[in-house]
């Protein structure tokens, strides 16, 4: 009997988070996302990316749990699209008030 194999990609496999910082050094919202919240909330804050090291120090406003990797960034990738800052501070308090949607 011979056995297929079907190839799924890693990121498909770990659980995501979808994370939104905030800088009050330059008053600006960063939105990302990662398997490693804490390891990547030092990056930011150490000057890892290029983005965010004028902003540093960056706060942790929000973390959203995903089944994989891959959803995370879609949504992330979904919010960047919109290019609002009123649309961030909206979904943020849309998932604090409503953590199950």
């Given amino acids: 009997m011979r056995r297929s194999w079907v190839r799924v ?5 770990m659980q995501g ?3 939104i910082l905030f800088s009050n ?3 600006k919202y960063y939105v990302g ?5 804490e390891r990547r909330l030092y990056e930011h ?11 540093a120090p960056w706060s942790l406003i929000l973390s959203k749990p ?6 995370a ?6 919010i960047k699209k919109c290019k609002s800052r ?5 979904y943020v308090k849309s998932t604090v008030e409503h953590p199950d949607t």
Avoid: M
Avoid at 9 to 13: E, I, K, R, Y
Avoid at 33 to 37: A, F, K, M, P, V
Avoid at 66 to 71: P, V
């Fill in 73 to 78: 960034r879609k949504e992330e990738r979904r």
């Fill in 17 to 19: 988070f979808l994370y």
């Fill in 9 to 13: 990609p890693l990121v498909a496999l």
């Fill in 45 to 55: 804050n150490i000057g890892h990316s290029v983005f965010t090291k004028t902003g």
């Fill in 86 to 90: 009123k649309y961030i501070e909206n």
């Fill in 25 to 27: 050094k330059i008053n």
């Fill in 66 to 71: 995903f089944d994989s990797l891959e959803n």
């Fill in 33 to 37: 996302s990662t398997n490693n919240l």
